[in-house]
């Protein structure tokens, strides 16, 4: 299983991002995915969550009304879109497959596949 993301970068305080993960290896469909973010010392934290249909999606509060996640499983990617990005959403964020595709898990220990991360830098 390989999933790649793509679209960080250096972006400053109200600006836009969409980053992009390309799944491969697996039935795409069967598993909800997710976006993660972390910083430095920190424990990686959920950002937004979506089902195996793209049916059911959940966010952090700290995302709600700025990020959207959505899924195009003909593709086999998952999307983030970011607007109105402020300094604090600094971060290298990670995308996540989890196979209880029915349901969106807050936890990160319960994914069992992993991007590599990309960065995305607000300055202010």
């Known amino acids: 299983v390989l999933l790649v993301e793509s679209g960080g970068g250096l972006v400053q305080a109200g600006g836009a991002l969409r980053l992009s993960c390309a799944a491969s290896?697996?039935?795409?469909?069967?598993?909800?995915m997710a976006w993660f973010r972390q910083v430095p010392g920190l424990e990686r934290e959920f950002v937004a969550g979506?089902?195996?249909?793209?049916?059911?999606?959940a966010y952090a509060d700290s995302v709600k009304g700025r990020f959207t996640i959505s899924r195009d499983n003909a593709k086999n990617t998952v999307y983030l879109q970011m607007v109105s990005l402020i300094p604090e959403d600094t971060a290298v964020y990670y995308c996540?497959?989890?196979?209880?595709?029915?349901?969106?898990?807050?936890?990160?220990?319960?994914?069992?596949?992993w991007g590599q991360g990309t960065q995305v830098t607000v300055s202010s």
């Open positions: 290896g697996l039935t795409f469909s069967f598993y909800a």
């Open positions: 979506i089902t195996g249909s793209g049916g059911g999606t």
């Open positions: 996540a497959a989890d196979s209880l595709r029915f349901q969106v898990v807050r936890y990160h220990r319960e994914y069992e596949y």
